[in-house]
């Protein structure tokens, strides 16, 4: 599974990179960028779930 992020969609609230800096990191606009793509264990998928949840504008997603 992989990680994505919509950036059509992103408000660059920032609850991704503050909630989960081990899957994303703030780039100099602000927007998110991807520590992470690749899902490869339990422990990542749960994190990205996670940060699917609280992105208030729905532009994280996970991808099989």
């Known amino acids: ?4 992020v919509d950036f059509k969609k992103c408000e660059k609230a920032g609850e991704c990179y503050y909630n989960h ?3 994303f990191e703030r780039n100099e ?3 998110p960028t991807l520590r992470v793509r690749d899902l490869d ?3 990542l998928l749960k ?3 996670e940060a699917v949840e609280v992105c208030p ?3 994280i997603s996970i991808k099989e």
Do not use: Y
């Open 21 to 23: 800096p081990r899957l």
């Open 41 to 43: 264990t339990e422990e």
């Open 47 to 49: 994190e990205a779930r």
């Open 57 to 59: 504008a729905g532009a």
């Open 29 to 31: 606009s602000g927007f």
């Open 1 to 4: 599974m992989k990680l994505a």
